[in-house]
């Protein structure tokens, strides 16, 4: 059961009216550990995370969860099995104060509160562990980027997900940020949670990922350790590439 | 423990001002004879509870409806119409009432949340005026002439009084109730569900919402308070038509709710206690000069709000000195840290 990857995903296609943005791809998320997934700006990173959420459904292809097929569920089906997601776009509660952002996810999922002091209680553990306690009572809309990342990742761990899929959850963060954010994802992990994460920042990649997965224009050209993927010809040619545009923009 | 002393005293203090608001509003008939201004009191206890309906759809969920009229229409016609035809019991009838609503509002509106948007307000604006002319091209319904309820005898079992003193009672019973109602299910599962919707569908269905499914709900509770508005109106007035539901008195519906402040359950109660009696003065004093000059309020009223105050009067107060005055100086609020504190250590 446990040699079973958590997530398997066949030949998934996603066509976009004529841009295809995900073309065949393959991959296998590992139990237990953070599987990441890199590439050029509209690789189809987020595309296939979409797909695997339920988001949207894939073209073609086939996605497995725990062996089970999960291709046709839907979004709102994901955390009652145990599956919990970010977007890379924030979607904050906006006019909802920090603390019942994440009392409304404690509501929901497969350990959902069965009352409000539940709720509440589920929710201030999650506001602790990420580091939001402090700003509980601040209307989400009023808090800067950081802590609205964080807020994406609480609102999804409030879920108590066994899989955390986070879509760039480190973008626009400062050097000391994104070492904290590194630092909670670990702990994440630590706790028994799976993680799949996208993500730019090559060092938080290299020092969290067990193995990673790297897309260039909608197909996946490399998979392995972050070491050999990084030394692969072909990746670096794509990254360094695309890299230097990163840094003209 | 002195934070607890403090937090059971605020508790107190807040207990007290509710009853002695709610001691004032029981006290009023006694004092006040005038059946004009009872009326006004009886208007703006229906109107503020139907308003409190169209806002767990606007105000909770994000869903504008322009068509609670019709709730309100079809649940007094359904229950007028089984106490006229069928002689059943009016209270029966308006639980009947309330169900037919439900029933009507959750299979007409069930398809147009399946797409996103202003569908649902779209639909809800053709939903009343299809209800409407339904109603007055149906002899089931008594056409364009309408239903009356028989009068007869004081009686508490057929509800009907020649006095508006019990309606009054009745009317006040009755917001009360849906206000506590609302309460309880801003705080719930449920009412969290529909604040995240309002705010974000995507976001929502990621922590495990589905948007229909909570959305259909909304539509079906409020458009069962709206039905219950509607028996009441229908037992007080004693006589509906299809007028009833025109496309003015869905809005007259909405107004309150943003008036006083959307975004609150108490908005609807604030909005309607200061928008009516202000629109019925205008209508009592000036109708006869300038027919009309009521609605041309309304607009101006609702203008200025948006204007000026888009958060409606409570969304003023919630950020005002007059707030930190009454917090400080009457209910002596502790900081909300020590109120938490309290009730996550004590278990209420
Ligand atoms: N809903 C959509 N409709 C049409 N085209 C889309 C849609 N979503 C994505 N695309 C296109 O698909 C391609 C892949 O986009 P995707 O968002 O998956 O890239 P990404 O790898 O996540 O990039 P980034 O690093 O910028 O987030 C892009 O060309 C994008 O414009
Ligand atoms: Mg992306």
């Not at chain 1, 802590?147 to 609102?155: I, N």
Request: with cysteine.
């Amino acid at each position: 059961m446990s040699d079973t990857p958590i997530i398997e995903v066949s030949h998934i296609t996603k066509r976009f009216k004529g841009l295809t943005a995900v073309k065949d791809v393959s991959f296998t998320i590992k139990r237990g550990a953070i599987t990441g997934m890199i590439g050029p700006n509209g690789a189809g990173k987020s595309t296939t995370f979409n797909m695997i959420c339920g988001y949207y459904p894939p073209t073609e292809g086939k996605i497995f969860y725990d062996g089970k097929d999960i291709t046709d569920k839907k979004a709102y089906d994901y955390t009652n099995m145990k599956v919990s997601r970010t977007f890379q776009i924030m979607k904050p509660l906006k006019n909802l104060s920090v603390l019942d952002n994440v009392v409304a996810s404690a509501w929901f999922g497969h350990a959902a509160a069965k009352n409000e002091r539940q709720a509440r209680e589920k929710a201030m553990e999650v506001l602790q562990f990420t580091g939001l306690y402090e700003k509980r009572h601040v209307l989400s809309k009023d808090m800067g980027t950081p802590d609205q990342k964080r807020l994406e990742m609480a609102r999804a761990l409030a879920t108590s997900p066994q899989l955390l899929f986070l879509d760039e959850n480190m973008a626009g963060l400062n050097p000391a940020e994104t070492e904290e954010a590194i630092k909670l994802i670990r702990r994440i992990n630590e706790s028994g949670v799976t993680i799949f994460l996208i993500e730019h920042i090559m060092q938080a990649v290299v020092s969290l990922c067990e193995e990673v997965i790297v897309l260039h224009h909608g197909e996946k050209i490399a998979v392995g350790t972050p070491d050999e993927v990084m030394n692969d010809p072909y990746v670096m040619e794509v990254y360094l590439g695309v890299k230097k545009e990163d840094a003209d923009a | 423990m002195d934070k607890k002393k403090a937090v059971r005293d605020y508790h107190r203090n807040l207990a007290v001002t509710a009853g002695i608001i709610l001691l004032i509003f029981i006290a009023i008939p006694i004092f006040v004879k005038s059946p004009y201004i009872l009326n006004v009191f009886v208007l703006v206890f229906y109107m503020s509870t139907l308003s409190m309906a169209w806002n767990l759809l606007g105000g909770m969920t994000g869903q504008n409806s322009l068509g609670h009229a019709a709730y309100m229409g079809l649940g007094a016609y359904a229950s007028c119409l089984l106490v006229v035809r069928t002689g059943i019991n009016p209270w029966l009838s308006a639980v009947a009432g309330m169900v037919a609503v439900a029933v009507v509002a959750g299979v007409i509106f069930y398809p147009c949340f399946i797409l996103r948007g202003p569908y649902f307000t779209l639909v809800s604006i053709a939903f009343g005026e299809a209800i409407r002319q339904f109603i007055i091209n149906s002899e089931f319904f008594g056409r364009a002439s309408g239903v009356g309820l028989p009068y007869g005898k004081d009686s508490w079992i057929d509800f009907r009084f020649g006095s508006k003193v019990p309606y009054y009672y009745v009317g006040l019973a009755m917001m009360i109730l849906i206000y506590a109602f609302m309460k309880k299910i801003e705080r719930s599962k449920i009412g969290y569900a529909l604040k995240t919707i309002r705010e974000d569908e995507d976001a929502a269905a990621a922590i495990g919402i589905n948007p229909i499914k909570y959305k259909i709900m909304a539509v079906v509770i409020s458009a069962m308070v709206a039905a219950l508005v509607g028996f009441f109106y229908a037992s007080y007035i004693r006589y509906i038509d299809p007028e009833l539901m025109i496309q003015a008195k869905s809005t007259e519906a909405v107004l309150p709710a943003i008036v006083g402040g959307a975004a609150f359950v108490e908005g609807p109660i604030i909005g309607g206690l200061i928008m009516i009696p202000l629109s019925e003065f205008l209508r009592a004093t000036y109708s006869a000069i300038l027919p009309g000059i009521n609605m041309l309020m309304y607009a101006v009223v609702l203008l200025v709000v948006i204007r000026f105050r888009p958060a409606g009067i409570l969304g003023w107060y919630m950020n005002s000195r007059a707030k930190q005055f009454v917090d400080e100086r009457i209910l002596k609020k502790p900081s909300v840290e020590v109120i938490e504190e309290v009730e996550m250590a004590g278990g209420r």
